[in-house]
């Protein structure tokens, strides 16, 4: 049986605005692109914890999770890499920005921006399911999590 791995995205925002990130030349995968945060599930690791680390570990922001908005699968690299993906809105709470070795550079921009980046039309759905969430969902919402104690 082959192996699938899990990959995560987290769409933070801040201030009505979402935080990008430009990933390294020395990333094997799309270096030198624009993305959002991303990262991989460690085993036996909690989806919610495995994207807070994430988050932390690649910007040192704190953030909260709001809720899932896309989810799917896709080969990254080839067919050898089978990945299954979720993806979470997330706020910010607290911190400044600093970027690891992963990424040389980052900006808060707009969903708009987002839409226009060609770099990003592998997260456009997730903005545009996050655009129209935010029209009913309120400002203090956050999802109620099964079997997770954060």
């Given at each position: 049986?082959?192996?699938?791995?899990?990959?995560?995205?987290?769409?933070?925002?801040?201030?009505?605005?979402?935080?990008?990130?430009?990933?390294?030349?020395?990333?094997?995968?799309?270096?030198?692109?624009?993305?959002?945060?991303?990262?991989?599930?460690?085993?036996?690791?909690?989806?919610?914890?495995?994207?807070?680390?994430?988050?932390?570990?690649?910007?040192?922001?704190?953030?909260?999770?709001?809720?899932?908005?896309?989810?799917?699968?896709?080969?990254?690299?080839?067919?050898?890499?089978?990945?299954?993906?979720?993806?979470?809105?997330?706020?910010?709470?607290?911190?400044?920005?600093?970027?690891?070795?992963?990424h040389t550079e980052?900006?808060?921009?707009?969903?708009?921006?987002?839409?226009?980046?060609?770099?990003?039309?592998?997260?456009?759905?997730?903005?545009?399911?996050?655009?129209?969430?935010?029209?009913?969902?309120?400002?203090?919402?956050?999802?109620?999590?099964?079997?997770?104690?954060?």
């Open positions: 049986m082959k192996e699938v791995y899990v990959g995560m995205a987290a769409i933070v925002e801040k201030d009505d605005k979402f935080l990008i990130l430009k990933r390294s030349s020395e990333k094997d995968f799309a270096p030198k692109t624009w993305e959002v945060i991303t990262g991989r599930l460690e085993a036996e690791e909690h989806p919610v914890k495995g994207i807070l680390r994430e988050i932390t570990e690649e910007t040192n922001l704190e953030a909260k999770v709001i809720m899932p908005v896309d989810t799917g699968f896709f080969y990254r690299g080839g067919k050898e890499f089978p990945m299954v993906f979720i993806a979470y809105y997330c706020k910010y709470i607290s911190g400044e920005v600093k970027t690891s070795w992963e980052h900006k808060w921009v707009t969903i708009e921006e987002i839409l226009e980046t060609e770099d990003l039309m592998h997260f456009h759905t997730m903005f545009r399911n996050i655009r129209r969430l935010k029209k009913y969902i309120p400002e203090d919402f956050s999802l109620e999590i099964s079997n997770i104690n954060i």
